[in-house]
């Protein structure tokens, strides 16, 4: 009888091991990911997005088009106000497109493989890989990954669960968290196409921006419409102790200095809308908040525009993570 209960023992280990990868890079499923990955021509993916920032939900509808060898474009929709931002890479570099604005803003960057890109098959792919220890499980025919991110260090981001099909090895949902295990981001991919069928300007920034001004319903509010905003709420120990406006030609800023546990200074300029498509250069790295596609510099500034106003928060004190923090308390236009 004890032969048998040791038996028995044995087979279910078997069966449980038989189910869990241990990271083993040889394993078929992650070789597999690599070696769909490399053979894969073109794709596009539709996904909603919901980032979660100060218990606040934000939902966007993200569109993901590829073409080989490294042509990228992200379209991502804010379901709050229609608002649309392009993320583009192309032969000429690195893109954001405001299309509401008219206006193009060119990064020195590598993206999109410079960190996790949780809507990107490249970037979860290559999360998996780097992981010394990738763990998975198979659930329901499909492969389920817990691994680490590749995130900023100075963002609260993780780890992630990464849903795999098990019959395309394609991308279905990913989860991100945060140190203590909150849910941060989470992506639902509805369809995935490797054989779509691309435009032959899908990657040039002018026939972008169209397509991306003709796809919204969003209208940048008119400069008499417009408001500097105040932060809704300050952390503890946070005091506002300077507050200007300054005019400048066709166009207004206003200062914020804020200090105490946090001392940081939030600067915010009307901007003007282009008749003629204009490109600004930027120096900093793209990144993805609740505010849409902003602009991270030397991890001491962040950079979003909202409403018709860029706004940018400066401090040599907080985090990338308090930095997003903060631009979250700025939702309500002063006076209203």
Do not use: F, M, N
């Given at each position: 009888m004890r032969k048998i209960i040791i038996l028995l023992s044995v087979?279910?280990?078997?069966?449980?091991?038989?189910?869990?990868?241990?990271?083993?890079?040889?394993?078929?499923?992650?070789?597999g990911l690599g070696e769909k990955v490399e053979k894969i021509e073109e794709f596009e993916a539709n996904a909603v997005m919901e980032i979660t920032e100060n218990e606040k939900t934000h939902v966007f509808d993200v569109n993901v088009k590829y073409q080989e060898p490294n042509f990228y474009k992200v379209s991502l929709t804010n379901r709050d106000n229609d608002n649309v931002q392009v993320i583009l890479k192309n032969d000429d570099g690195v893109f954001v497109l405001t299309p509401a604005l008219n206006k193009s803003f060119k990064f020195q960057s590598d993206w999109p493989l410079n960190s996790s890109q949780p809507y990107l098959y490249q970037s979860l792919v290559q999360d998996i890989l780097n992981d010394d220890e990738p763990i998975y499980v198979k659930e329901e025919g499909n492969y389920v990954f817990d691994t680490e991110c590749n995130y900023r260090e100075t963002r609260d981001l993780t780890s992630q669960k990464i849903i795999i099909n098990g019959k395309t090895l394609l991308p279905m949902e990913v989860t991100v968290k945060d140190s203590e295990e909150n849910t941060k981001i989470h992506v639902l991919f509805n369809d995935f196409n490797v054989k779509p069928s691309l435009n032959e300007n899908e990657f040039e920034i002018d026939y972008s921006m169209q397509t991306a001004q003709s796809n919204t319903t969003y209208v940048i509010p008119t400069l008499a419409e417009r408001d500097f905003v105040y932060p809704t709420y300050l952390a503890e120990g946070v005091e506002q102790h300077v507050e200007a406006t300054v005019d400048l030609t066709n166009t207004k800023r206003y200062v914020m200095g804020f200090q105490g546990d946090q001392n940081y200074f939030v600067y915010q300029e009307y901007l003007n809308t282009e008749e003629t498509m204009t490109t600004d250069y930027v120096y900093g790295d793209i990144i993805i908040t609740g505010n849409g596609v902003a602009e991270i510099i030397n991890d001491s500034s962040l950079k979003w525009i909202h409403n018709g106003i860029e706004f940018r928060i400066d401090s040599e004190e907080l985090t990338v993570q308090e930095l997003i923090d903060v631009s979250n308390q700025f939702t309500i236009p002063a006076g209203k």
């Open positions: 087979i279910a280990l078997s069966l449980v091991l038989a189910s869990c990868g241990r990271g083993d890079k040889d394993a078929d499923v992650i070789k």
